[in-house]
Each structure stands twice: as C-alpha cells, then as structure tokens.
C-alpha cells in the first residue's frame, strides 16, 4: 500500500505540470495536449463560446463579382464576400474572451465547397494553438451540396464539396478523433472536454437526400440516433456528468407560427424531439440555422429544456454568445462583431452596413414570398408590406423584440389585407420567454 499511497501524489503533481507547461508552450500541437486537458479543469467553472452559422466562403470562389453572385444573394442575402473578414473579427475576439471552449453549431460554410472547409479549419487551428477548444457539427450547407460553386461574373461552374466521411476526418481535431462516443446512424458524438462537463452534438441534417440540384434545409433526428442520444444521456446522468446539447435545426419553436411558415427550420416532429429529451434530463439545446438570436423554452410538467438559437454573423447583428458555466449554471451574454477591416464598407460602420444590407435582403424576401402561393398577394400591395414584414424580421433577428404603437398600427393595416399575414408579423414581434441576449439557465 505504500507504493500505492505515493503514485497517487505524484499524479496530481504531474497533472498539475502538464497544465502549467501549455500555458508556456502556445505552439503546442492540439494532440500533445488534449490528453491532459481533462485534467486541468472541471466543469465547476468553464467558460463557453457559441457561434453558429458562419457560411464561410472561401473569397477565391467569387473571382469576379456579376450577376451570377448577385442572384444567389437576391436569394439567400449573407455577407458571403465578407465572411473572411468577419471571421478574422470573431477568431481575434475570441483571442482576447480566452474561452476555454467553443462550440459551433453548424453550416461552417457557404455551401460545403471543400476549399472553404479547409480554409475554415486553418483559422480554427489558431484558437487550437492558443488552448481553445473547439466542437463543431455540421448544417444542411456543409455536406454534398449542389451548390458548391465558383463565381465568375455571370456564370459558375462547379468545386468540389465534401462527404460525411470527409467531414468526420476534416473536423478530426474539432470533435470527432476524441469523442468519447460516436452514433452509427449519422455525424452525431459525445464530447467530453472537460471533468465532469459533456456536450451531446447532434446531427439531424438531411444531406443524404440531396440531389444534383437541390439541397435539403429541412432537419431530421432519425429513431436510431434518438436512442442513442437518450442512452448517452441516461449513461451521463448515472455518472453525474454536465450535459450540454448542440444542433443545427431548432427543437422548440421560437415564435408564434414558426412550424407553420417556416417548418424546415425545426427537425421534424419537433414538439415529440423535445419532449423526448426533456424526460431524458437534457436542459438545454444551443442551436442556429434560422439565423436568429433567439432563445425559447418547452415545458413539460416541472420539466424545461431551452432552445438557445445562436444568430449568424454574416447576417444582421452579427452575435455570438459568451457563458459561464459556474456550479451547473449558464450564464449567458451576447456579443456582437462591431467593425471588421474590408475596403468595401466605404466609410460606413459595420453595423450600419450589416444593417442596411439584411433589411434590403429582407425586404426582397417578403416581397417574394407575399407574391407567391398560398399568399398572392398583388405586387403593388406586397410592395407595402413587405418594409413592415422585413423590419419584424430584423427585430426578430436581434433578439429581446418589443412591439412600438407605430409598428403596431402598421400591422392593424396590414390585417385589413390579410389576417394570417398580420398574425405572422405579431408573432416575429411577440418575444417568447426566456430573455433572449441575456440569460441564466440552471442545469441543477
């Protein structure tokens, strides 16, 4: 027993070493360190970073702007020939928050073009070798996209996108190599970077179904990877471990209506999803892809989970989330990309040029959508509308809605037109608990 009674000291000595021996060596590579990293730090107190939706377009896809780019943005409006240099905004002031884990929850990428992949994974390696983690999970963009193309004035033609497979070995580093459990049945993992702290990331994409010329939005969590989601958290409650879930589609709706008019932005059957998970013990689910900052909650009985829906950057206001995981609580605070070093802004703030370009896409988007089944609306009254429903989308996106008397007599007008456009518009204003910028959720 002696022997026994010394090797344990010299453990705790060697483990307490191997920390201090990174925070001397930031140029460490990511697997020398990753065995220690546990540790090195428990979940009693963690400090997270939330990003989602980064659509990360590598700029040597648009070699020469036209009318070829322009349409896609006419039709999915992001700040694609931006997103470098919003990323290098994010990854600098992520350098100076010094979280000790990032996770992303998906559509990394524009439209899953190899080249932006591993453009992407070169700036993630900078926060790898400043001791940050990072998990990932992809979105419906990330994989066997149609759309992975090159712009060249008014034409594309085709780059290569990735498989599942190569997305597992891309983002080896970022989630996968060290996963402590793997689903069969898709990109699914357990992660466990910290004592006692787990991330459940889950994959409910639908990129096996995509077609030559079309990519599937819609999410689905298969049965398979449902019950090995709920023995991976019945397994984490027996050991008394952390959960924290992360997906790409919403699995609680975050305003009056969404499931109807927007139902490919929650996983299917996601009223059952949520009730599913919450008996499991599951608490809270950060997630994207409607590009909100957004958080919204289900109840069941004395039982909760919430839905933390992250905004992107490349589109109005560019957030991102920072929390403090201290005694099972999340302490959440949003952040905002505030200026951005690109020629293109021509003197004006970022945030005045982010804003002016989301509310035009915007516009341009209820414009379209009121002209189209099953709403039909005639062209010189959509083009009244549409100003009114773009502003509620802006309000929505930003989070923390409030419903002025002007914006709510524009809408008394509009239901005069139409009744169920005017309940859509009540409902993008109509903010649902909890908070959505800033918030505390308990995990006890």
């Not at 090195?40 to 702007?65: F, G, N, Q, T, W």
Request: glycine residues 6%.
């Amino acid at each position: 027993m002696k022997s026994f009674k010394i090797i344990i000291p010299v453990l705790a000595l060697l483990s307490v070493m191997a920390c201090k021996k990174e925070d001397q060596d930031f140029r460490m590579q990511p697997d020398a360190r990753n065995e220690n990293d546990n540790f090195c730090k428990s979940s009693k107190s963690v400090k997270i970073a939330v990003l989602s939706d980064l659509h990360y377009m590598e700029p040597s896809l648009l070699k020469r702007d036209g009318s070829a780019f322009q349409m896609y943005l006419m039709q999915d409006p992001k700040l694609l020939a931006e997103s470098g240099a919003i990323l290098q905004q994010i990854i600098h002031k992520l350098l100076v928050d010094k979280p000790d884990l990032v996770l992303i929850s998906g559509d990394l990428t524009k439209d899953g073009e190899l080249i932006s992949h591993k453009s992407l994974i070169k700036q993630l390696q900078i926060l790898d070798l400043n001791h940050i983690k990072v998990l990932v999970i992809p979105g419906n963009h990330d994989i066997n996209n149609p759309d992975s193309k090159v712009f060249n004035g008014d034409n594309t033609y085709s780059t290569p996108t990735i498989t599942p497979d190569n997305f597992k070995s891309l983002y080896a580093d970022y989630g996968y190599r060290t996963a402590i459990a793997k689903d069969p049945s898709s990109l699914s993992y357990v992660s466990e970077p910290f004592k006692d702290l787990r991330i459940l990331a889950l994959d409910a994409n639908e990129y096996y179904n995509n077609s030559p010329v079309y990519c599937v939005v819609a999410g689905n969590i298969k049965d398979a990877t449902m019950q090995w989601a709920k023995k991976q958290l019945a397994d984490a409650r027996a050991k008394g471990k952390t959960v924290i879930g992360m997906m790409h589609h919403g699995i609680v709706e975050h305003f009056m209506g969404e499931s109807e008019i927007f139902p490919d932005y929650l996983v299917d059957n996601w009223g059952d999803r949520a009730d599913e998970f919450i008996k499991a013990g599951l608490k809270v689910m950060f997630t994207g892809h409607f590009h909100a900052n957004d958080a919204t909650q289900r109840n069941l009985g004395n039982l909760s989970l919430v839905d933390i829906e992250t905004g992107s950057p490349v589109i109005y206001a560019s957030p991102y989330r920072i929390i403090n995981l201290v005694n099972n609580k999340l302490y959440i605070k949003t952040d905002h990309v505030e200026r951005i070093y690109y020629p293109g802004l021509n003197g004006v703030s970022f945030p005045d040029y982010e804003k002016s370009f989301s509310l035009n896409g915007f516009e341009i988007q209820a414009k379209y959508m009121l002209m189209s089944p099953p709403y039909n609306v005639p062209e010189d009254v959509a083009s009244q509308i549409s100003p009114v429903f773009a502003e509620a989308m802006l309000a929505h996106f930003g989070g923390d809605e409030t419903l002025s008397e002007e914006i709510n007599a524009e809408i008394q007008a509009i239901s005069d037109v139409s009744p169920d456009l005017a309940n859509i518009i009540y409902g993008l204003y109509t903010d649902l608990p909890p908070k959505d910028n800033d918030l505390i959720v308990d995990l006890n």
